[in-house]
T-cell receptor, first 113, second 113 residues
């Protein structure tokens, strides 16, 4: 069974640009979660999508947004990039809700210069 | 404020020695509790979880954790560590109604021969 996949592995952007990160969940999983892992800050919850709807979002500005497609894959968009957005962005999927185990992808390393 | 605390940023243990990683939480209700491990360059893997019932939980790779309500703690233990246990360990908490996983800042484990 294929795990959670994320693309690209690495992404380098300039301040002010937009970044798009992609996530494919495990087959059969309907929930996708996004987390930011910045140096020294641990994992911060960003967004939760289930059945195509945004169910919850963390304490991040509106320039962090995303969507979930009918095939349950998801993308995270970060507009007007700032230097402090440099981080590892992790995607996780689960069967459908927080109470189910989340399976994590390897992450996308975003560097903003 | 609700929080998850991992007091130890970095722990060094000799191979074969016992291990205990600390996790404390501050929530009014009994939360769901998780321990995840992150190896270098990889995503997170669930080691074990506590929802209810027996307060001593067994996980994968020989790990166990004990939920102590009176101390608001969920410490991770392993009787004998292996070099392959070197990684970063995260405690996470889910509280019903909050609808998100909140992670601690992690404990980096180094194993010496």
């Amino acid at each position: 069974e294929a795990g959670v996949t994320q693309s690209p592995t690495h992404l380098i952007k300039t301040r002010g640009q937009q970044a798009t990160l992609r996530c494919s969940p495990i087959s059969g999983h309907t929930s996708v979660y996004w987390y930011q892992q910045a140096l020294g800050l641990g994992l911060q919850f960003l967004l939760w999508y289930d059945e195509g709807e945004e169910r919850n979002r963390g304490n991040f500005p509106p320039r962090f947004s995303g969507r979930q497609f009918p095939n349950y894959s998801s993308e995270l968009n970060v507009n007007a990039l700032e230097l402090e957005d440099s981080a590892l962005y992790l995607c996780a999927s689960s069967l459908g809700g927080i109470r189910y185990e989340q399976y994590f992808g390897p992450g996308t390393r975003l560097t903003v210069t | 404020a609700q929080s998850v605390t991992q007091p130890d940023i970095h722990i060094t243990v000799s191979e074969g020695a016992s291990l205990e990683l600390r996790c404390n939480y501050s929530y009014g209700a009994t939360p769901y509790l998780f321990w995840y491990v992150q190896s270098p360059g990889q995503g997170l893997q669930l080691l074990l979880k506590y929802f209810s019932g027996d307060t001593l939980v067994q996980g994968i790779k020989g790990f166990e954790a004990e939920f102590k309500r009176s101390q608001s703690s969920f410490n991770l233990r392993k009787p004998s560590v292996h070099w392959s246990d070197a990684a970063e360990y995260f405690c996470a908490v889910f509280v019903s109604g909050n609808e998100k996983l909140t992670f601690g800042t992690g404990t980096r484990l180094t194993i010496i021969p």
